[in-house]
């Protein structure tokens, strides 16, 4: 034998896929909402905002990476999308210190501490973000109008949550304006702005197969159909379903968040569940919790389910059916 | 048409295209070649030589006797003079037992062959001509068929199955049979038919072959034998998936085909029941498919059972660029050989020579859990979680998850976009499990 | 005052008097013998002794009909305890450790083909018998590694496991974990070993490594009664071991395969004798 | 007996809540504030002491079957003692420690120590033990709980030292806080202790 | 009816004994280690508590109230918590060995628990009904468990992750317990009181 041939275990061809070839495909799937979001918002400081959460996620990779002697793993994007995730979650008009605290936050106490990419119980954008929310409440509410640039606190999901707080009711001028919602015209998150992007984005990455219908398609419907109940019931105390769908981070929870792959069931069944769980706590913390928006707690919530989850979940091997006939 | 199939699975490039169009061609033998005949060519018990170094050998000798029942002999491929009985390097890349011959140029038969009648044998002498030619599955498992015909008294087998869906990539050994020798094929079928005493005989063949499709149904129409069109869908020629496909049971976990009344033959073992049974032909030579990247021209082979992998790939031409890698058998089931030097034996579908490029380097990365190999999976385990547990030694828990029902088919390391091979560490829990079960 | 007295005293004694009672009529029997053995036992439920863990050989040794002496990792200070607890003399078997017999790292030793794969020796040697194109030689995946209990395996810097002589407890888990059979028990007081696993005729040894064994029989001419050559390799012969002798044996080695461990560990290793 | 390589097993080596995680309950709970730990630190420490004594002092005649419920009514009367006096001089740092004065029954460190150190030692010494390592304990406490305040409040012992520039992370006060800021300490401990 | 239903949802959910009180952080650290044990333990627990809520319950409005010696609880419930813990483990080592394998074990480790003992003071302070500490005790069970157990699962796959040295064994665990504690966060509010 004159030359070494490779020998390596079966099979020898591959689909070609790689993590970051997918992580690219969420950026992409991310970029038509970035752009939206940053020109309703007024150009500059949201893109300051967006660039800080990334950076902040980035760096703290590396430094993290480079402290523990570990190969630098910033090119496989993760990080990147994490950051532009969390950027998504947050106020345009957010402080400057606080983005990049959530993106050091989301990275560190999020995943590195966990051992990295693919080892972390929690979506590290949603530690991110809920870390803010928590220890900024001010900061994190104080939203702006899309186009008007208008400073405000108020998001739709919060001018409901206080005025049935107040009165039991929702008032009849919120209401003409909940019909409105779709077309945008309020702060708040981004689903307000780009609920269609997102979507398309979403569709996007089922199109490419970087995730499938399964989480999003409970997550949505669930939502839908407990709102829809409550609706139902009661329509001048509980908002409409469709105002759940378009409001608050819903949307971006549903194809994005939730869609994680890292943080979630790997059995379809599994997908099934988890996405119902995550859009039946988003609406019973809308309607009952003492925060306006529940996506974020909701999908947290249902990652810490992930592993039981699973072990509930794992399919029935082949084989195992009794025979018929 | 509606097209059957299984559950899980994925859809590889099949790359048939190169040599799906090419005739067979014979392999030539020259005069001073010499056959490495390995003795186990099969799974079972490996055969014994009788025949020592300097011994003159005719074509369609025995060369070694069987060992027990889940064993064949071994005959020569060709006329020719004994010059070693040694060990000698094998497909699997080690040494191994073998009768090395140098062929005469003259490829005499052995006169004492002869064929017979089906319709006069019983099924026990059908049985014993098909073991004394040494068959075995074809399709690469290479597990005694005489074993597999002999299902025990309880068993009650209502369905022959034929594979022809050839579902690897590149191979199209089983395609060009079809399309060259149906007849071949179909006696051999009614011989099987006869021996297992059932009435239904089903051949699936996955629609990528549409002309194989056209012509076996013309051919078997009136011969009471199906044939089942299946959906291009990898593995669909995997025993159990195959069975699921074409009649919607299910082989129970940790069972044999025969528990749930089948069983499943390839089409070439079909036609090679045929020459043994009515022309007294052994086992010596296949097709093979010679294909990849790295390979001049790509073509369809009728191979002499030991010739070594070096005179294949000569005679298509002789390899081209830089070679990485050569695959016995499939890209995604085949083993990887050490050397050209490495013979052919009874279960070579084929041949396939990478390029240096295309050898999958990448090194293994963390699992992201996207739950591809999980959705992949037709025998519906988890293949990361296992790979997971064995990677930390875990084997217990390997074995709660099932490992044991891998059927290694490939399909999780496949899609794998974390390039884990999820197939390794299901083989070591396997191994592990299985050593662990005999300690016991 | 009174009242508190008496109803703090009237709880405490009716919870006295119950558990008192419910002593007696629920008790079950341990051996305190199984416990004191357990105590007395490393803890680092290795196996060396045969058993499913210390529990299992505690409770083993408690009913008194498996030698005391079978927990190697705790040496003799555990024998003696345990044989204390159960009464009988000790037996100290003589230390031994394990010896990675080959010394045939990437730069020395030739690949038969580049593996691509899982990391483990086990699953290697289900690919084509192995990288190594020496049958015997360690593959340098480290199979040993994650099998010592102990810590006391490293691979060098070269691709090859060695073993740490001072940590190394003599529990045995390398040598059933490797694949190839290359690690051997061997006497903690004789350190002049031969480093091969070859049984390969000497031409081919040469051929795929230079510092592999070739039964040229040149130890065993030095030292007779030290060296024995079978089957192309060479082996000391720890029954007549002498120190002096075995050195004598080694010097004479043409191919360096024999190593005395007190001059140091093969290259690339950083463990210090 | 040397006081300072005792006092720093106390609050090192074999530092109770950092290094062996007992008492993981009221380190937590009452660590928000700098005063609250320390208020926490020397209810616990007066307890371990008094109990520390008393059990070694009637080590010999406590039944070893019954010992660990008399060790706990002995630690549950000057929990009682603890818990009247703070009511009676300290109201608002008992209503701040609310239910975890009673707790300290069964925080794991006094019974603990009881069983592995008074019980089977002099007076004197089972006095020491106790002093030192309620001093852990309370140093351990004062670490937890300055981390929360100057991140949660901007303040130390409620003086605000930040200024007004810094806006307070509300979560380091509030429960996750708690877990986040020990998780740090005992990783920055583990790697303090490998690096020696 | 709702008044039940709010204690129960508050007590697993909003104030969960573990998540928001710190109350029974030692076996919660200590069991939840495995799927398992941490189910095993949860059914001990709820068990206990729940008897533990009744004992102290009657103890307190019948003898301690009666002779006016509150300020002896703690000591009178400690000392029948611990009996009881003890009688319970001898009864089930006695009556099933089967059950004791999978349950005994942790039942020491309960007389230590500060969840029983605070769910006890926790009941008289707040003034609950006999029936409504019992409620309350079960619910307060039922959220240590469903908390153990989550934990239990995202920790069998944590600890097999490459954790950095420093961060292993406990400082990971207070940090998956500190991210869940955040997630539950999400509930506050969800019923007042």
């Not at chain 1, 996405?275 to 809308?286: D, E, F, Q, S």
């Not at chain 5, 059914?43 to 809520?53: G, H």
Request: aromatic share 6%; charged share 15%.
């Amino acid at each position: 034998m004159d030359k070494t041939l490779y020998i390596s275990s079966s099979p020898h061809v591959h689909e070609g896929g790689t993590t970051a070839k997918a992580m690219r495909d969420v950026i992409y799937a991310l970029l038509p909402c970035v752009a939206l979001w940053i020109y309703s918002f007024g150009i500059i400081k949201p893109s300051v905002v967006m660039a800080l959460c990334i950076i902040g996620c980035m760096a703290s990779e590396a430094a993290w990476e480079k402290v523990r002697g570990l190969p630098i793993t910033i090119g496989d994007g993760s990080a990147a999308m994490t950051g532009i995730l969390l950027a998504l979650n947050m106020p345009p008009n957010s402080p400057w210190w606080m983005a990049l605290l959530g993106g050091v936050a989301a990275i560190v106490i999020g995943k590195q501490v966990f051992g990295g990419l693919g080892y972390n119980p929690f979506n590290p954008a949603l530690i991110g973000r809920t870390v803010l929310l928590i220890s900024f409440p001010v900061q994190m509410t104080t939203w702006m109008m899309p186009r008007t640039h208008e400073i405000t606190s108020a998001t739709p999901l919060s001018d409901v949550k206080i005025a049935v707080g107040l009165t039991g009711n929702i008032p009849d001028e919120i209401k003409a304006q909940l019909g409105s919602v779709l077309f945008g015209g309020f702060g708040g998150q981004l689903g307000v702005v780009s609920g269609f992007a997102l979507i398309a984005g979403g569709c996007y990455l089922i199109y490419r197969k970087v995730i499938t219908w399964h989480i999003p398609v409970s997550f949505i419907g669930s939502a839908f159909v407990l709102s829809a109940i409550f609706w139902a019931v009661n329509s001048s105390k509980y908002p409409s379903p469709v105002f759940h769908l378009f409001t608050g981070g819903l949307m971006l929870g549903a194809f994005f968040m939730a869609t994680d792959w890292v943080t979630t069931p790997i059995t379809p069944k599994g997908m099934l569940i988890f996405g119902a769980g995550c859009g039946i706590l988003t609406i019973l913390i809308r309607l009952f919790g003492g925060y306006p928006e529940g996506v974020a707690f909701s999908i947290l919530l249902m990652n810490s389910a992930t592993p039981i989850i699973d072990r509930l979940t794992m399919p029935k091997k082949f084989g195992l059916v009794t025979q018929k006939g | 048409m509606e097209l059957k199939t299984f559950k899980g699975g994925l859809h590889p490039p099949d790359n048939k295209a190169w040599s799906e169009k090419k005739a067979i061609e014979v392999c030539p033998l020259a005069e001073g070649d010499e056959l490495v005949i390995l003795l186990s060519q099969h799974i079972g018990a490996p055969a014994e030589a009788c025949v020592k170094k300097g011994d003159f050998v005719k074509k369609g000798q025995v060369i070694a006797t069987p060992k027990g029942f889940v064993s064949v002999p071994i005959h020569a491929s060709t006329s020719g003079e004994v010059i070693s009985v040694e060990p000698r390097l094998g497909t699997a890349g080690t040494k191994v037992p073998a009768v090395v011959i140098k062929a005469d140029g003259q490829d005499t038969w052995d006169e004492n062959l002869s064929g017979a009648d089906p319709d006069t044998l019983t099924a026990q002498e059908i049985k014993d001509r098909i073991r004394d030619a040494g068959i075995v599955g074809m399709g690469g498992a290479t597990f005694p068929t005489h074993v597999k015909l002999s299902p025990p008294e309880d068993k009650k087998i209502d369905h022959l199955i034929l594979n022809g869906v050839e579902c690897e990539p590149y191979l199209t050994a089983d395609h060009r049979l079809m399309l060259e020798d149906p007849d071949n094929i179909i006696g051999g079928i009614l011989i099987l038919k006869k021996v297992l005493g059932v009435e239904k005989a089903i051949i699936g063949i996955e629609a990528n072959k549409p002309d194989a499709i056209e012509l076996m149904t013309k051919a078997c129409a009136g011969r009471g034998i199906e044939v089942g069109a299946l959906k291009v869908q990898y593995p669909q020629g995997a025993e159990k998936q195959l069975i699921y496909a074409l009649t919607g049971r299910e082989v129970p976990s940790g069972g044999l085909p025969m528990d749930c009344g089948c069983v499943v033959q390839n089409v070439g073992t079909a036609a090679a029941v045929n020459d043994a049974v009515r022309r007294g032909i052994p086992l010596i030579e296949r097709i093979a498919t010679v294909s990849g990247s790295a390979v001049n021209e790509p073509k369809n082979l009728r191979i002499k059972i030991g010739q070594p992998l070096g005179k294949l790939v000569e005679f298509c031409g002789g390899a081209k660029g830089e070679l990485g890698k050569i695959i016995q058998g499939g890209p995604m089931m085949g083993m990887a050989a050490v050397s050209l030097d490495v013979p052919a034996t009874r279960g070579t579908s084929g041949v396939l020579l990478f390029s240096e490029g295309q050898v999958l380097k990448e090194p293994e990365g963390p699992c992201v859990r996207c739950g591809n190999c999980v959705r992949a999976c037709p025998a519906f385990i988890l293949p990361t979680e296992i790979a997971f547990k064995t990677k930390k030694g875990m084997i217990d828990e390997a074995e709660k998850l099932n490992a044991m029902d891998c059927i290694e088919c490939g399909s999780c390391t496949y899609i794998c976009p974390a390039r884990i091979p999820l197939i390794q560490y299901l083989r070591q829990a396997k191994g592990a499990i299985i050593a662990k079960r005999r300690k016991v | 005052m009174i009242g508190a007295v008496l109803s703090l005293g009237g709880i405490g004694f009716l919870a006295a008097v119950i558990l008192g009672v419910a002593a007696k009529k629920f008790a079950v029997e341990v051996d305190p013998k199984e416990e004191a053995i357990l105590n007395a036992l490393p803890g680092a439920n290795c196996g060396a002794c045969g058993y499913p863990g210390c529990s299992g050989y505690a409770k083993a040794v408690a009913s008194g009909q498996v030698d005391p002496s079978l927990c190697t990792p705790g040496g003799k200070a555990v024998v003696e305890k345990i044989a204390e607890i159960m009464g009988v003399e000790a037996v100290v078997a003589e230390p031994m450790v394990a010896v990675v017999c080959c010394q045939g790292d990437n730069q020395k030793a030739k690949d038969k083909y580049k593996y691509i794969g899982v990391q483990d020796c086990v699953t290697a040697q289900m690919l084509a018998g192995g990288p190594k194109d020496c049958p015997g030689g360690c593959l340098g995946l480290g199979t040993c590694v994650v099998a010592c209990p102990f810590g006391a395996i490293e691979i060098t810097s070269q691709g090859l496991a060695v073993i740490d002589r001072e940590k190394c407890t003599g529990c045995k888990k390398c040598v059933s974990a490797c694949p190839r059979k290359v690690i051997k028990m061997t006497p903690k007081s004789a350190s002049v070993h031969v480093l091969c696993n070859s049984h390969d005729k000497g031409p081919q040894v040469k051929g795929y490594c230079q510092i592999g064994c070739i039964g040229c029989q040149l130890c065993k001419r030095a030292a007779e009664e030290v060296y024995a050559v079978e089957n192309f390799l060479a082996a000391v012969k720890y029954d007549t071991y002498d120190a002096e002798k075995a050195r004598a044996g080694m010097e004479k080695c043409p191919t360096k395969c024999i190593r005395d461990f007190a001059d140091g560990y093969p290259e690339g290793s950083t463990f210090k004798p | 007996m040397n006081p300072v390589s005792e006092l720093k097993r106390g609050i090192w080596t074999e530092n109770a809540v950092l290094k062996l995680g007992l008492g993981l309950c009221p380190a937590l709970a009452t660590s928000s504030s700098v005063e609250n730990g320390i208020g926490m630190g020397v209810a616990a420490t007066f307890v371990l002491i008094c109990s520390n004594v008393v059990i070694s002092a009637m080590r010999k005649i406590i039944p070893s079957k019954v010992r660990i419920p008399a060790f706990i009514v002995i630690i549950a009367s000057f929990v009682t003692v603890v818990d009247l006096v703070m009511a009676g001089f300290l109201p608002d740092l008992h209503k701040a420690l609310g239910i975890f004065i009673p707790l300290i029954v069964v925080n794991c460190i006094i019974l603990g120590r009881a069983e592995a150190y008074a019980s089977k030692n002099a007076v004197l010494s089972s006095a020491v033990d106790g002093i030192v390592m309620g001093i852990g304990f309370t140093v351990a406490l004062v670490a937890i709980a300055s981390v929360r305040e100057i991140l949660g409040n901007g303040s130390f012992f409620g003086i605000n030292i930040l200024g007004s520039g810094f806006v307070p992370m509300l979560l380091m006060i509030l429960p996750p806080g708690a877990f986040l800021a020990i998780a740090f300490l005992l990783a920055g401990m583990n790697q303090v202790s490998a690096e020696k | 009816m709702t008044g039940f239903f709010i204690i129960l949802v508050s007590s697993i959910l909003v104030n969960n004994f573990v998540l928001a009180r710190f109350l029974g952080l030692c076996p919660f650290m200590g069991v939840s280690k495995k799927l398992d044990t941490a189910i095993g333990m949860g059914a001990a627990v709820t068990f206990v508590m729940a008897v533990a809520a009744m004992v102290t319950w009657v103890i307190q409005y019948f003898i301690l109230s009666k002779f006016g010696i509150e300020y002896l609880q703690t000591i009178a419930f400690i000392l029948v918590i611990a009996s009881l813990v003890q009688l319970v483990e001898m009864v089930i080592q006695k009556s099933s060995p089967v059950l004791y394998q999978s349950l005994g074990i942790f039942l020491p480790l309960i007389t230590t628990n500060c969840a029983v003992l605070g769910l006890a003071v926790l009941n008289i302070q707040v003034g609950y009904s006999f029936l409504e500490s019992v409620i309350f005790a079960i619910g307060a069970a039922l959220g240590f468990t469903l908390a153990m157990v989550l934990m239990a699962g995202i920790r069998e796959r944590v600890d097999l992750g490459p954790v950095p040295k420093c961060f292993q064994g406990l400082p990971i665990a207070f940090l998956t317990a500190g991210l869940m504690s955040l997630a539950f966060m999400g509930f506050a509010g969800l019923v007042k009181g």
